[in-house]
């Protein structure tokens, strides 16, 4: 299957700080990428959809304003956490689709935010 | 609204069968996805059903029945390894995936 790549896979910042999250898809054009938040032992909760060259689409109660998304090129989104706290601290998982909105989609491995 | 229900847990015995439910309530439907998760771990697919009727892919397989809204994962000669959550997500009008809260399976020996 297609092959998703999410760098990194740990983080730990301090509070107050910023962290970027990238994800690639490296074996094909992904037009839409997508950003989730997994707490322990709950679902994954899409934060938004970032769409290459426009504005990324938020879900309701995501802010914006503090998870900055760029889809600059059809292989590569950017999530920044900016003025990162202690709540922030989560599993991000991006994941995209090879294709057409009826095939299945990959994921990245997941980025571990420790924010101290 | 949109909803996904699946069991919170599931315990099996290692060499036996077990059966993970799903149920949906979506804006439309674009199919039926399955997911395993391993803990600290992305979810990898495992299966899509769109139409009516059981797919099988080794030793497991998936199951859809539109008109119920309804779904299951079998899993055959279960191992040790297929200790994980399985997640279950359908595809609303938009394509835009709702997901389950999983459900976490555990395999004794």
């Known amino acids: 299957g297609a092959v998703v790549s999410q760098h990194p896979s740990r983080v730990i910042c301090k509070s107050g700080t910023s962290v970027k999250i990238e994800c690639r898809s490296l074996?094909?054009?992904?037009?839409?990428m997508f950003w989730y938040r997994q707490f322990p032992k709950q679902s994954l909760m899409l934060m938004a959809t970032?769409?290459?060259?426009?504005?990324?689409?938020?879900e309701q109660g995501v802010e914006k304003d503090k998870f900055l998304i760029n889809h600059a090129s059809l292989t590569l989104s950017t999530l920044t956490v900016t003025s990162a706290h202690p709540e922030d601290s989560s599993f991000y998982i991006c994941?995209?689709?090879?294709?057409?909105?009826?095939?299945?989609?990959?994921f990245g491995q997941g980025t571990r935010l420790t924010v101290v | 609204g949109q909803n996904i229900d699946q069991p919170t847990e599931m315990t099996a015995t290692e060499g036996a069968i077990v059966q993970i439910n799903c149920t949906y309530q979506?804006?439309?439907?674009?199919?039926l996805f399955w997911y395993q998760q391993h803990a600290g771990e992305a979810p990898t697919f495992l299966s899509y059903?769109?139409l009516d009727g059981l797919e099988e892919k080794g030793r497991f397989s998936s199951f859809l029945s539109r008109s119920k809204g309804y779904s299951y994962l079998l899993l055959k000669e279960l191992q040790m390894k297929d200790s994980a959550s399985y997640l279950c997500?359908?595809?609303?009008?938009?394509?835009?995936?709702?997901w389950g809260a999983g459900t976490k399976l555990i395999i004794k020996p």
């Open positions: 979506t804006s439309g439907f674009n199919g």
């Open positions: 074996d094909f054009q992904a037009t839409t």
């Open positions: 970032s769409n290459e060259g426009s504005k990324a689409t938020y």
């Open positions: 994941s995209a689709r090879d294709g057409g909105g009826h095939t299945e989609a990959f």
């Open positions: 059903n769109v």
């Open positions: 997500a359908a595809a609303d009008s938009n394509y835009q995936l709702i």
